[in-house]
């Protein structure tokens, strides 16, 4: 029978990789916990592969995740926006409860933002920002200029010369 050796290396990596997890998750949830608190409707609560666990009476919503974690980094301004103004919208509806975000999403270099119980007003909202999305840089949240081939997105120059650059690097 052979006895598995761990070097002294793996186990301090190991000890700070568990390290940096038990501090960052904590972190997460109570970020997390707050914004719920600030936008309800930011709390999963269905969707297309979470429907029968956030649904279910058994299911305790902990803070892992909340819709602004499917938002790229350089957009997550502008979201922040749009929840500002939906909050306001959503309180003038009859059932305000009833305001449902099922997916959100980068789809053709747009923000996707699908929902249900709004109103006209909300999906103005919604649209603003949509198209307010295709102007500003997927990445790091500046005034987009260029558009990439292939897998549409729109991104300043800076963050197109690191994709030109990975792209004669790597290929992609």
């Known amino acids: 029978m052979k006895t598995l050796k761990l070097s002294k ?3 301090i990596k190991r000890f700070f990789i568990k390290l940096y997890h038990d501090i960052q998750f904590p972190f997460i949830q109570l970020c997390n916990y ?3 608190k600030r936008y309800p409707f930011l709390k999963p609560s269905c969707g ?3 429907n029968m666990i956030y649904n279910s009476p058994s299911y305790k919503y902990r803070y892992q995740d909340t819709w602004i974690d499917c938002v790229p980094r350089g957009w997550r301004k502008i979201v922040f926006s749009m929840c500002k103004e939906l909050k306001r919208a959503i309180k003038e509806l009859e059932h305000p409860e009833d305001y449902k975000i099922h997916q959100v999403k980068e789809k053709f270099g747009k923000l996707c933002w699908y929902t249900e119980g709004g109103n006209q007003n ?3 909202i919604e649209q603003k920002y949509e198209n307010l999305s295709t102007h500003i840089c997927i990445n790091c949240g500046k005034p987009a200029t ?7 997105t729109y991104v300043c120059n800076d963050c197109y010369e690191k994709i030109e650059k990975r792209k004669k690097k790597y290929g992609y």
């Not at 260029?146 to 549409?152: D, F, L, S």
Request: charged share 20%.
């Open 9 to 11: 290396n793996y186990i």
């Open 34 to 36: 707050f914004l719920v």
């Open 48 to 50: 297309w592969d979470t």
């Open 122 to 124: 909300t999906r103005d």
């Open 146 to 152: 260029k558009t990439t081939a292939g897998w549409i």
